[in-house]
């Protein structure tokens, strides 16, 4: 245990001993017991472990703990619960494996609707790999905190996300 | 495993200098790949390059664009004028993984992964991009086309840090960006291209063809002095002396050869009056 690193965690400051290797996403889990951040690839590739630093949605299994000193970091356990019913009306999720991951993403998108004048959800939530639901779903859920009419299941479809 | 925190530029190249074989660490997107069981990889050192600030911000001037050592894609992704005039950065910067890589990789950290399939690269070099090296020894330029010397082998001493990437501003009358994979998002590419013609001349770069990225000598020649081609086996003669492909678990050599054939052919049959 050799680096103290500190930084602000969902509003409040923390500051943490950490082995120099460990991840951002094992620090979360393992030391500060915030196990919302869940692990599916390990290799930046499904986005079950997003979170926000500094603002902006990243893989935390893709982030050294040292990087994040003095940094802005934001979890899953920080959204308000109430922001899921599109989620659960829209049938964006299923086994749950993928959701806290698709859920900051899909509402980092929501907070920030003017990148869709440039780029589509699926674009924006292409990062975030779900195996049960078909994309649809998440993609009307993320419309409906917009308050727009979804590209994804109802009306027209696109063929697929990738 | 030791880490180095640099807060400074001037500090981290002091700390690079002092230690041979210490590996800068920018984004860390390319590093932390299944790092928990890379236990070989915790023996290292590494100069932690995330808090210096004076390499983040692209800065323009009348005759150049300079991305900094730590410009990320995204911040190239939501820059409107770096998209106005360097529109190539831009699309390629949008194959990048999605938000969560953009977010964090770096454009000079795509440089020296020296990946032959990096996505970054090709426009760069399409763009005649020239790589600012320095160390405590001072400062070093590299135009990109000549950086590398063989498959992840580059002209960077283990003591010299990417700390800008520069650019000429010129008009361009032409520029693509094609990247093939099995996959729209979130894939490696299995041919990548990126093409322009400026007043300097046509540029021709190809990625995943070759054990670095590269520019394509035969086929600008090609395009400087118009040839009537008829179909894109036309082609192959001049791909086949620019670029070595292999077969590797994401394709194989012949379909990467036929791919970079038609695509090219498809996209410059327009301006080069093709049928």
């Not at chain 1, 991840?23 to 979170?51: I, M, P, Q, S, W």
């Not at chain 1, 779903?137 to 696109?158: C, L, M, P, Q, S």
């Amino acid at each position: 245990m050799s680096l103290t690193v500190a930084f602000t965690l969902n509003g409040g400051p923390v500051s943490v001993a950490v082995e120099e290797p460990e991840r951002l996403l094992d620090t979360l889990r393992y030391r500060l017991g915030l196990t919302g951040t869940k692990e599916g690839c390990g290799e930046g590739e499904c986005g079950a472990c997003t979170v926000y630093l500094d603002g902006l949605p990243v893989n935390s299994c893709l982030v050294p703990t040292y990087q994040v000193r003095g940094a802005r970091v934001e979890t899953i356990e920080a959204l308000d619960p109430d922001q899921l019913g599109p989620f659960l009306e829209q049938g964006a999720t299923q086994c749950g494996a993928c959701t806290p991951g698709v859920v900051m993403t899909a509402l980092w998108i929501s907070a920030h609707s003017e990148l869709l004048e440039t780029h589509t959800v699926r674009e924006l939530m292409a990062g975030n790999l779900c195996r049960c639901t078909g994309y649809d779903g998440i993609v009307d859920a993320v419309a409906t905190t917009i308050g727009e009419v979804g590209e994804g299941g109802t009306g027209k479809r696109e063929s697929t996300a990738g | 495993m030791k880490v180095l925190l640099a807060e400074r530029v001037p500090e981290a190249l002091g700390l690079l200098a002092g230690d041979g074989a210490a590996i800068p660490v920018a984004g860390g997107t390319d590093l932390l790949v299944h790092w928990p069981v890379r236990v070989e990889a915790h023996d290292r050192t590494y100069v932690d390059l995330s808090r210096l600030e004076d390499l983040k911000p692209p800065r323009w001037s009348d005759r150049e664009l300079v991305l900094g050592g730590l410009t990320t894609y995204w911040d190239v992704i939501r820059d409107e004028r770096i998209g106005r005039e360097f529109p190539l950065l831009v699309r390629a910067a949008r194959q990048v993984g999605a938000i969560q890589i953009q977010a964090r990789g770096t454009w000079a950290g795509n440089i020296v992964n020296a990946s032959p399939a990096a996505d970054g690269v090709p426009v760069l070099m399409a763009y005649d991009a020239v790589v600012v090296l320095e160390s405590w020894r001072g400062r070093e330029e590299v135009p990109l086309d000549r950086f590398y010397t063989g498959y992840k082998e580059m002209r960077r001493r283990a003591d010299q840090l990417v700390v800008a990437i520069r650019f000429p501003r010129r008009p361009y009358s032409y520029q693509v960006f094609e990247k093939v994979g099995s996959r729209r998002a979130q894939a490696i590419a299995k041919v990548g291209l990126a093409v322009t013609r400026s007043d300097a001349g046509w540029r021709v770069v190809a990625a995943s063809m070759a054990p670095t990225i590269r520019r394509c000598p035969a086929i600008e020649r090609l395009l400087e002095v118009p040839t009537p081609l008829r179909a894109p086996d036309d082609l192959l003669p001049a791909i086949a002396s620019d670029v070595a492909p292999i077969d590797d678990l994401r394709s194989t050599a012949e379909y990467r050869r036929r791919v970079m054939a038609r695509v090219l052919y498809d996209d410059l049959r327009g301006p080069c009056g093709w049928r």
